[in-house]
C-alpha cells in the first residue's frame, strides 16, 4: 500500500499540469465565486434628458443609496433620443423629463441592471414612471439565450477542436504532413474549416430553437450577427488548435480546454453581470472572447443594435482572432521543426 500511495504522489509530481489544476482551479473558483457571485448591479449608466434634465441629475445624485450614476445631461434631448442610447447601449437608463409624468426608459437586455432600475423607481412612488424596452417582461431566457449560443460555441469549438487534432497527433497524421509543402497556416485552416462548419450550423439550429421555444425575437441585422459569430468562431476554434499544440494526449488538451473554458463560463457576464464584478476579477473580463460575442448577440438579437455600435465587441473578435490564430501556427511550426518529439522517436527507433 505504501509503495503504491508513494508511486502516484511520484506520478502526479511528473504530471505539471494535473498538479497546476490541482492548485489553480480551488484558488480561481474560491476569488471568482467569492468577489464576482453578485447579482447586485450597484452603478448604473443614467442619462437625463429633456427641459428639467439638470434638476433629474441632482435629485438622482441626493436619493439614498440611488444605484443610478448619470453619465450625461441633455436638456434638448427627446423619448427618441433616450431610445437610441438604449439600443446602441450608451447607458442602461434614459430618463425624459418635461412631461407628466417623468418617464424612465430601461433597456431589458442588461436583465440584471435592468431589475435593480425597476426596484429603484418603484421606491421613489409615482413620481418616475417606468417603461422597458427590449425585453418588456425581463424574462431571463431571452437575456440568456444568446449568451448560451455562445457559451455552446465555445464548448464546440475549444473542446472537439482541440481533441480532435490531438487524435491526429496520437496517430501520426500531423507528422506525415511535416513533409508535404504546405504551410502551417495552411494546414491549420484546413484543419479547423470542418470544424467552422460544423459549428455554423450548430449556431444556426440553436439560434432558431432558442426563438421557437423561449419566443426570443430577432430585432437586428442577420449580417451583423454572423459577422460575430465569426469572428467568434474564428477566436476559439483557434483556441481549440493552440490547445492541441500544448497537449501530448487527449486528457491534456481536455484539462487545458475546461482551464481555458471555466472563466468564460464565470467571468463574460452570461451568469453574474459584469457590473457587479469588482475590478479586482471583472478585468480578466476582458480578455475573453465569451464577453464580447455576448455582447454582440444580445445587442443584435434584442436591442436591433447597429453595425457602427458594436464596432468595438467587434474590434476586440478581430485582434483576438489574429492573435490566437498567429499563436497557434507558430505553436504549431515548432512541433513541426527540427529536433521534436517526432525526431526523437525517430531517432529512438533507429
Known sequence: MRAMILKEFRELRRDRRTMGMLIAMPILLLIVFGYAANFNVDNIP???????AEQAATLLAEVPKAPFDVTEVDSTG??????EMLQRNEVDVAIVTGGDPVVAYIDGSSLFSAQTAVAAFNRLGDRVQ????????????????????????????TIITSIGMVKEKQTGTIEQLAVMPIKPSTVILGKIAPYFLLASLDMVLVTVLGMLLFDVPFNGSVAVFALGAGLFLFV?????????TISQNVGQAIQTA?????????????????????????????????TYFTMVSQGV????????????????LTVMAIIVFTGAVLRFRRNLAPGDGRHTKTKAAA
Open 46 to 52: 443614467t442619462a437625463t434628458l429633456g427641459a428639467q
Open 78 to 83: 427627446t423619448a427618441d433620443d433616450a431610445e
Open 130 to 157: 417606468t417603461q422597458v424596452l427590449f425585453n418588456p417582461d425581463l424574462k431571463t431566457s431571452w437575456v440568456m439565450v444568446p449568451a448560451i449560443i455562445g457559451l455552446i460555441l465555445t464548448f464546440i469549438g
Open 236 to 244: 476559439v476554434l483557434g483556441l481549440g488548435v493552440f490547445i492541441s
Open 258 to 290: 475546461f482551464f481555458f473554458l471555466l472563466p468564460q463560463i464565470l467571468l463574460s457576464g452570461i451568469i453574474f453581470p459584469l457590473e457587479a464584478i469588482p475590478w479586482a476579477v471583472r478585468w480578466i473580463s476582458y480578455f475573453l472572447p465569451l
Open 301 to 316: 438579437m434584442l436591442r436591433g443594435a447597429p453595425l457602427d455600435s458594436l464596432w468595438f465587441p467587434l474590434l476586440m
